[in-house]
């Protein structure tokens, strides 16, 4: 019992964590010929990249297939930048996608850059 009750206040910690102090990464996704010849399955596969995402202690919240440039965009929250590399080498590495990681920053983050400007 006990150790179910701390596997549960680790899991609420890191949930904490992400929610609050996680750095956002928006990532821009094109289809590689692989990625595009099985775009049947590119819904399983944004399952199985979520699923991923969290074992890096991560969590890919946003998904949107897209027209145009991109095929897909999506939402990375990570701990720091070498959990969103982590992530982003994970991805490519299965070889139906090619991204392009922008760190983007929340109005609150920004703010607090803003506010040091004097």
Not at 16 to 43: C, W
Not at 74 to 94: C, H, R, V
Not at 102 to 112: H, N, P
Request: overall charge negative.
């Amino acid at each position: 019992m006990a150790i179910e009750y701390d596997t549960e206040k680790i899991k609420y910690n890191r949930g904490l964590f992400l929610e609050h102090m996680a750095q956002h990464y928006i990532i821009l996704i094109r289809f590689t010929d692989q990625g595009i010849r099985n775009v049947k399955d590119t819904t399983r596969r944004a399952d199985a990249i979520r699923t991923e995402a969290e074992k890096m202690d991560c969590k890919f919240t946003t998904y949107y297939w897209t027209f145009g440039e991109y095929d897909a965009i999506g939402i990375l929250e990570a701990p720091n930048d070498e959990a969103a590399m982590e992530f982003g080498l994970k991805a490519g590495s299965l070889g139906n996608i090619r991204t392009t990681t922008l760190r983007a920053f929340t109005e609150e983050d920004i703010a607090r850059v803003v506010d040091k400007l004097g």
